[in-house]
């Protein structure tokens, strides 16, 4: 039977038993949150696909309701809990997520470390985007990690799984999966460190492999992301979520996912519109999903397809368009149009107000591409538009952060001027976040400010904007820093993760019962030729590749965009 929860949903899928390899999807949040997740539904698209298989969905109520009941998470599906699941297979994407897995362990009852369970346990496997950058901060918590995108390695460790489940021991099924390309079992590699802390070398047991490496889908036609599930209790409400393409080619030098998810791909024009035509049908909104929405090379396309007015789904309501993303200097008329269909807000994000610091980080648009962009956006009929800047960026100064000021205050101009004669004024938001040095990026060495410089940028910012059709949202600096520690920490992070679980979210006295310093992971300049927690992973990305776009970013050299095939670069195409 299905729980009450679960009524107003479109398109879940209930499954019995009957034999099947049962999988419990855990999303180490709330129902509300994990619903969001075009990866977190694709997966449970792809896994309810086999005959032989099936997965439920399993969340966590808010934190207001985390006490420790053994067995209070269930599935949506059915209400079975988690450890009446074969595998509890978690999808984790941010380092904010790390303690929320060790909430769902505490509130399930299963023991957190991997060598604390037994047969009886069900088989913990980590996937989400945390497995392309780093994932030794939680690696002990977890059987297995699927490493990088999951469409066609999660079917392999299913059949193998099936093949063996009744005949191996964990033991015997773990070390057998770990000759599946991607498959990375963290109690076969033992690391070591040096006097200092860091790390010294990475031993991988006799017959494992050396580098695991990131798997990803070369033909994203064959694997279409789209919504498997439309509901009203979620962020995206009544949207139906397509997305157009993966990865970034553009090189921007603090990006983590425009380094893990090369190279970039795009799906179709008959593929987009054929999810498209079937969103319509289910949902009120169409959600265009990439890492860079107006540079998918077939976006004039489906304008045009689409038309920049508003069309029927022959139930009487129109069918309204949002982009995850949109840059400034590739933002056109018709795609405003499209998106300004049932949107109030639409975000860009220059990242930095000086040109000079956009050239460090190679985000190559100037003042007047995103001026131009608000006012497109405004004459499309946007009324609000967000833009998205960092502080704490290497090289940055006093006067960068004045340039933040000056830009939005010339975008502000440019906004209440496009929307004079239209009746209505909007706002300029800026959302000010902090810059944290990412894993597999050029400034995975760079050290984060302390936290109280960070907190006056932004202070700053805030006071100097304070007026009428302009607001501020900062990011909270303290937050950063830990994010920052958990990004490129090790596997002794762990036990801190699971205090700060018990604890109440005291990082500060974590780290301390653990002998460990958050500044070791988050302040810290790293040398060129540290040994890093993930250098055991092969994305395909040559590391001296990253330490020359570092040099790069601190002369303000511009590096082109991806020319995929063609060029041996940074090592990805190299295959």
């Not at 770990?178 to 990375?184: L, N």
């Not at 990242?351 to 497109?376: C, D, P, Y």
């Not at 833009?387 to 975008?411: H, R, W």
């Not at 810290?524 to 570092?550: M, N, Q, S």
């Amino acid at each position: 039977m299905r729980r009450k929860s679960s009524i107003r949903e479109k398109g879940a899928i209930v499954k019995p038993r009957g034999g099947r390899t049962t999988v419990g999807l855990v999303f180490p949040g709330t129902y509300y949150v994990g619903m969001s997740s075009l990866g977190y539904q694709t997966i449970y698209r792809v896994i309810n696909a086999r005959a032989d298989a099936l997965a439920e969905r399993l969340f966590l109520p808010d934190k207001r309701n985390r006490r420790v009941e053994a067995g209070l998470p269930a599935s949506v599906e059915t209400g079975a809990r988690p450890r009446d699941f074969e595998i509890l297979a978690f999808s984790v994407s941010f380092e904010h997520d790390y303690t929320a897995v060790a909430d769902f362990l505490r509130l399930s009852g299963i023991p957190p470390f991997s060598r604390d369970r037994d047969e009886s346990h069900p088989l913990l496997v980590l996937g989400g985007v945390c497995t392309f950058f780093n994932p030794e901060p939680v690696a002990d918590f977890f059987d297995a990690v699927i490493v990088g995108e999951a469409e066609e390695s999660i079917n392999e460790f299913l059949d193998e799984y099936g093949r063996l489940k009744n005949s191996a021991s964990r033991k015997e099924f773990l070390f057998a999966l770990s000759k599946i390309p991607g498959i990375y079992i963290p109690s076969l590699y033992t690391p070591a460190y040096n006097p200092d802390g860091t790390i010294r070398y990475f031993t991988p047991a006799p017959g494992a492999p050396k580098t695991i490496a990131r798997r990803y889908v070369k033909d994203l036609d064959k694997f279409p992301a789209r919504s498997a599930i439309i509901t009203p209790d979620t962020e995206f409400a009544d949207m139906f979520m397509v997305e157009l393409s993966r990865g970034c080619g553009r090189h921007c030098r603090f990006c983590m996912a425009g380094y893990v998810y090369r190279p970039p791909r795009n799906r179709s024009l008959e593929s987009v519109m054929k999810d498209v035509e079937e969103g319509g049908r289910l949902a009120g909104k169409i959600g265009l999903v990439g890492s860079a929405v107006s540079d998918w090379p077939f976006i004039s396309g489906l304008a045009h397809e689409l038309g920049v007015k508003s069309r029927s789904t022959g139930r009487g309501r129109s069918v309204g368009f949002s982009a995850s993303s949109l840059r400034a200097d590739s933002l056109t008329p018709e795609l405003a149009a499209l998106v300004s269909r049932g949107n109030r807000t639409v975000a860009i994000a220059p990242e930095a107000g000086s040109e000079r610091l956009r050239a460090v980080i190679n985000k190559n648009i100037s003042e007047e591409q995103v001026l131009r962009a608000v006012r497109t956006l405004i004459e499309a009929g946007v009324l609000n538009v967000k833009l998205y800047f960092m502080v704490g960026l290497p090289t940055e100064t006093d006067e960068d952060i004045e340039e933040i000021i000056t830009l939005a205050g010339k975008a502000r101009e440019t906004m209440l001027s496009s929307a004079k004669g239209k009746g209505r004024i909007g706002t300029l938001a800026l959302s000010v976040n902090c810059f944290i040095p990412k894993p597999w990026t050029p400034f995975q060495w760079e050290p984060v400010e302390p936290s109280d410089r960070l907190l006056a940028k932004i202070r700053h910012i805030g006071k100097s904007l304070n007026g009428p059709n302009i607001s501020v949202t900062r990011d909270v600096p303290k937050y950063a820093f830990i994010q920052a520690a958990l990004a490129r920490g090790d596997r002794r992070l762990a036990k801190v993760i699971l205090r700060v679980s018990e604890n109440g979210g005291d990082w500060k006295d974590a780290f301390a019962k653990e002998g460990l310093s958050m500044d070791f992971y988050a302040s810290r300049e790293r040398d060129a030729d540290e040994k890093f927690p993930w250098d055991y992973l092969d994305t395909g990305i040559k590391k001296d590749y990253l330490l020359k776009e570092r040099d790069r970013a601190r002369k303000a050299r511009y590096t082109p965009g991806c020319n995929v095939g063609k060029c041996r670069t940074c090592g990805v195409c190299s295959e």
